[in-house]
């Protein structure tokens, strides 16, 4: 019995009280909540129904625990259930009906934990659209990590989601990178503003192999020259290097797309015709405060040029036409502002703003023996993807982006997440599933295993604790996908690797010396590989190997 089965018994049995007492069963919520006593002594789970609903029902609190105690105990499925304090109630489960966990987490294998709370909905997904004009940076790194987490967990609850990159090649910056490779390829130093590092030599000299003659050419077909091969070059680096991090898009989306295509101007004409857009000082501003924005924005200059946000509402256009229900960004600590705006243009289109969201990500830093990193030999100012796989590897790198919520910077202390350490929390993780793959092979020598597991067996309070925390798992996946979380799967794969080392400690599971195997050493092992099933399953949302040997 999971927590969710066992909020719905607690769910119907409420219903069933009141009703039997002639009280109004519909105060109760849809959906009781159950949880885990911070005090193992005070049952496996609690509840305080009765005093979210008896007063509403016309009950006193501790009297309709108590009636609901004695609903409960008659099940074969609770050993116990005890009213405490104002009206808590506090549950034990009959052993057979927690060992039922592991045996459902056994049948359904990788599926467990998978749910249905997101079923048919088209979920556009937009993560790292680093600019093509350098290497992928910490910044970006952890949204690689965080945002392809998130789709698989999405995925995991049943929405179709489909990873996009919107490949920046339109404006200024692009041109700053044309000049640094020009001026690379010359021998002098970058332009003010530019880019520079040793990747800007490299590709400066990779667009002269391509065409050899591109220095003697005019300026308008030396800049184009640079700049089509340049970012094209800069672009597939850092696909390849995604690829290489696990991550992978569905969509590569040019953001100059909008403006050849003419769906810039006529998402601007849209908006002058139906009344969202406004004339001032020469410039067509966006009602943007109309809709919740803190401030009115300009969409087309005085120059007449298109600001940034014109490609923003084309942009948002085309993925609502494309039929996505969801348009997830994911952006950078510095594009609060976005927020608004975003929802804004989704309501001047007549939308919900509801089908905008936007996750804002915070800084990360790196830190070896006490001091911040400040520079990248390969980017020259940056951070970058590549040398924090260099440093401590995929696993640990994708881990640790993940672990934390994005709403919160990261200090990642290099030394600690290279080492091969329980202090190293990837690696506790993934030593506890390689620990229980090693048993699992230990077993199967021993013929252990292969007879169906007495699961009422597992009694034992380590025990408990092991199969609760892993009955939890489905509503931590759910939360995660609910809320856009995936740090906290990482956190639940640290504790329930905790459980298991715990349980480990205090059971043991395969015979010794001239033992014969008993049917408590079949369900421990069970128990076990229900474990290792869950790490497996929160690992592989999270990008991370489940290693079967350390």
Known sequence: MTPADLAELLHATAAKVLADRGLDASVLPAKLTVE???NPEHGDYATNVALQVAKKAGANP???????????????????ADVAGP???????????????????????????NGSSMAGKKVNLEFVSANPTGPVHLGGTRWAAVGDALGRILSAHGAEVTREYFFNDHGAQIARFTQSLIAAAKGEPAPDNGYAGEYISDIAAHVLTEQPDALSLDTEAQEEAFRSIGTELMFDRIKANLHEFGVDFDVYFHENSLFESGAVDKSVEYLKTSGSLYEEDGAWWLRSTDFGDDKDRVVIKSDGNAAYIAGDIAYFQNKRQRGFDLC???????????????????????????????LIGQMVNL??????????????????????????????????????SVDSSIDIDLALWASASNENPVYYVQYAHARLASLARNAAELGIGAEQPD??????????ELIRTIGEYPRVVASAAELREPHRIARYLEELAGAYHRFYGACRVLPQGDEEPGPVNTARLALGNATRQVLANGLELLGVSAPERM
């Open 455 to 464: 699961l009422s067996l597992l009694t034992h309070e380590q025990e408990g």
């Open 87 to 113: 009206g808590f109630l506090n549950i034990r489960l009959a052993a057979a009906a927690q060992g039922e966990i592991v045996a459902r987490v056994l049948a359904a294998g990788a599926e467990f934990g």
């Open 367 to 404: 830190v070896r023996d006490g001091v911040a990193v400040k520079m990248s030999k390969r980017a020259g100012t940056v951070i970058t993807l590549d040398d924090l796989v260099e440093a401590i590897g995929v696993d640990a790198s994708r881990y640790v982006m993940i672990r934390s």
């Open 328 to 358: 997830i960004y994911m952006l950078g600590a510095d594009h609060h502002g976005y927020i608004g705006r975003l929802k804004a243009a989704a309501a001047a289109f007549g939308d919900d703003p509801e089908t905008v969201e936007v």
């Open 36 to 38: 885990r006593p911070r």
């Open 62 to 80: 501790r009297d309709f625990a108590g009636w609901l105690a004695e609903a409960l105990a008659a099940d074969a499925a609770i050993a116990d």
